[in-house]
């Protein structure tokens, strides 16, 4: 893009999957969020992780519907989300571990926006190999 505008790409991955459109604009909306997570070892060495995070946000721009007609002047969000995940590592020879993990990931978004109104979910499993 040849135009003398500024242009910047930002995106905060901190969880295994996407919440938001990756076009979003971290910088036109405000508001305050809380984030919690707490690790615990469970018995047969078992590691349980939960997760859990809440945003209020106001846009500067409006609230759209489908149709692309204005509905309300200020967009507004209230975007919660939650993971769990468990874990277990396994010795399979000398010096070599495998870990396997299983997660569930939940993400809901309230917006007076149509199309920003929305819910997804995830389900996973992973394993990996160390040395």
């Known amino acids: 893009n040849l135009k003398s505008g500024v242009r910047y790409f930002a995106a905060a991955v901190n969880t295994i999957y996407l919440s938001e459109d990756i076009y979003n604009d971290f910088f036109t909306y405000q508001g305050l969020g809380g984030k919690f997570k707490i690790i615990q070892k469970l ?52 010096g070599i571990v495998l870990d396997l993990t299983f997660t569930l ?4 978004n309230q917006s007076n926006d149509t199309y920003n109104d929305c819910s997804s979910y995830n389900v ?7 040395f």
């Open 105 to 108: 990931g939940l993400m809901r």
């Open 43 to 94: 018995p047969f060495d078992i590691q349980l992780s939960i997760a859990t995070e809440i945003q209020s946000k106001r846009f500067t721009k409006p609230a759209l519907n489908l149709l692309n007609q204005q509905i309300d002047p200020q967009r507004k969000d209230i975007q919660s989300t939650g993971e769990a995940s468990i874990s277990r590592d396994f010795e399979v020879g000398k």
């Open 124 to 130: 996973s499993f992973g394993f990996g190999v160390g």
